[in-house]
């Protein structure tokens, strides 16, 4: 069965840093290209990185380029997002999600999020 478990959420102040971790399990991890997307309240997915499977390469959405970090260590089967210098907007339930190859980054799995509150 596949399982995506994300945790290192929590409430940060503006300017703050946190790293969450997606722990995988009941698949070939280093198979897969992985994401972080997140949802805000009120508001639609917002896909906010992207890592190919061998972590050779990395991709981010314009509103965290240069603040946010994604990494992941396949020995360990794990994905991470550091997060610096957040802001109040940062806010929203970050979510880990599978993208097999060759799929133009669809995703086919997603972890159950954790929850990311960035206020004074």
């Known amino acids: 069965e596949v399982q995506l478990v994300e945790s290192g959420g929590g409430v940060v102040q503006p300017g703050g840093s946190l790293r969450l971790s997606c722990a995988a399990s009941?698949?070939?991890?280093?198979?897969?290209?992985m994401n972080w997307v997140r949802q805000a309240p009120g508001k639609g997915p917002e896909w906010v990185s992207g890592?190919?499977?061998?972590?050779?390469?990395?991709y981010y959405a314009d509103s965290v380029k240069g603040r946010f970090t994604i990494s992941r260590d396949n020995a360990k089967n794990t994905l991470y997002l550091l997060m610096n210098s957040l802001k109040p907007e940062d806010t929203a339930l970050y979510y880990c999600?599978?993208?097999?190859?060759?799929?133009?980054?669809?995703?086919?799995?997603w972890g159950q999020g954790t929850q990311v509150t960035v206020s004074s």
């Open positions: 009941g698949f070939s991890f280093s198979s897969y290209d």
């Open positions: 999600a599978r993208s097999p190859g060759g799929t133009g980054w669809a995703k086919d799995y």
């Open positions: 890592i190919y499977n061998t972590g050779s390469r990395t």
